[in-house]
């Protein structure tokens, strides 16, 4: 199934005329959905700046074409607008779900994570899910009127849902979240207003979630080669990559290395999103869905791989994971990296003072959990630079994380 122009909006797409609109109500915009006001709110957020200078596999050092957080993101946000226009859904909330949800991650990607986790293991751990909510809500603070960036219910349902429900009907943690709980953040603003934690949330965010499991793929097998992590030629096993190695070889037998590699990559992607399309619409059908309703109360996701693509997608990942995620070369840097984080929260811990003046205001030290959250949204939102050149005034030996 191909990706064309735009399809007429489908009953069971978002309608930003009929959505839950904003925790505090605005005048409408006279040119602008409230979708696309959300999609220009992120891009114009520090936040999103930031996502230029924060680590997505490889340090920017080892070289300018290695994705950032902020390529990435635009990489999932072209896959996800494609989704949705094949759809016939709401490109601009499909976009705005893509723009916002790696907002909340920490410098040096994974590993900040990690490291923050720890910092956290008394005060209900570190998720960067719930810290996307936290910038989107309270840590943005330029509009006159609020704090955050107010965007839609919509817009914040799927963020917080983008791998899906976070509890029963019941309320109970479910998923990921059943041993530690939904966090705090996320519970917090809930009880403000209510994000459906239960369901799950619209196709669109649906659209964006996939998107980021395609980009990763791909774009994780077009940086491990640039590494020299491994070879093209490692991945003729894999399902899908090896089937378009072999479909190369007899088309392009005499192509040059780098545009092999490149004809991979791109017909990876085509071919998961010809695949998505094919299964979201086969279970939309199933459904009968005919409204944004009928989505969010499935009993599965509508926006899907199919089990055979699902299959590749874990093989792809599968193969990744020693070769890339954890290969020496990059673990080394990466534990560095955690010790860089692990450092700087240990010392604004025990000398507040350190911390930038209006950072300091609002930290209650009566509160030892509140204080420990407070330090780690400030850690959370440092680029790599920051963190590094934060680290190099505070002690006397920082890592060159080389």
């Known amino acids: ?21 904003r925790l505090r109500p605005e005048p409408p915009s006279l040119t602008r959905s409230d979708f696309r006001r959300d999609c220009d709110r992120i891009i114009h957020s520090t936040a999103f700046r930031r996502l230029a200078h924060k680590t997505q596999v490889f340090i920017p050092h080892e070289g300018d074409h290695y994705r950032t957080r902020l390529t990435h993101t635009l990489e999932v946000t072209q896959i996800a607008r494609s989704l949705g226009r094949a759809l016939g859904l709401d490109e601009d909330l499909a976009e705005a779900s893509a723009l916002a949800h790696d907002l909340g991650h920490p410098p040096f990607g994974h590993a900040g994570e990690r490291a923050l986790d720890r910092c956290l293991a008394d005060h209900g751990g570190f998720d960067h899910n719930a810290q996307t909510l936290a910038v989107l809500t309270r840590l943005e603070r330029h509009y006159a009127n609020f704090d955050g960036l107010n965007l839609t219910w919509d817009t914040l349902e799927g963020l917080v849902k983008h791998n899906g429900p976070l509890t029963d ?202 204080a420990a959250r407070h330090i780690a949204d400030f850690i959370a939102g440092m680029t790599d630079r920051y963190a590094l050149i934060e680290h190099a005034r505070l002690f006397d030996s920082t890592p060159e994380l080389r």
């Open 1 to 21: 199934m191909a990706v064309s122009a735009a399809r007429p909006r489908a009953p069971y797409a978002a309608d930003p005329a009929k959505g839950r609109g």
């Open 169 to 370: 009907a019941a309320g109970r943690a479910a998923g990921r979240h059943a041993e530690r709980g939904v966090a705090a953040d996320i519970l917090a603003y809930c009880a403000v207003q209510d994000l459906d934690l239960w369901r799950f949330p619209s196709a669109e965010a649906q659209a964006g979630a996939i998107a980021d499991d395609i980009a990763y793929d791909a774009h994780d097998i077009d940086d491990g080669l640039r590494a020299g992590l491994f070879a093209l030629d490692d991945l003729a096993p894999v399902p899908l990559a090896g089937d378009i190695l072999r479909e190369l070889t007899t088309l392009h037998p005499d192509i040059e290395p780098g545009r092999r590699a490149h004809e991979v990559v791109r017909r990876l992607i085509t071919r998961m999103i010809d695949d998505v399309l094919a299964e979201s619409a086969r279970r939309l059908k199933a459904l009968g869905a005919g409204s944004v309703d009928d989505v969010r109360g499935a009993a599965q996701a509508v926006v899907a791989f199919s089990p055979a693509m699902a299959a590749a997608d874990r093989a792809i990942k599968d193969f990744l994971l020693p070769r890339m995620y954890r290969h020496e070369r990059v673990m080394r840097i990466m534990r560095d990296a955690e010790e860089v984080v692990a450092d700087l929260f240990g010392r604004y811990v025990l000398e507040p003072g350190e911390l930038p003046e209006e950072w300091r205001q609002g930290l209650d030290a009566t509160d030892a959990a509140a």
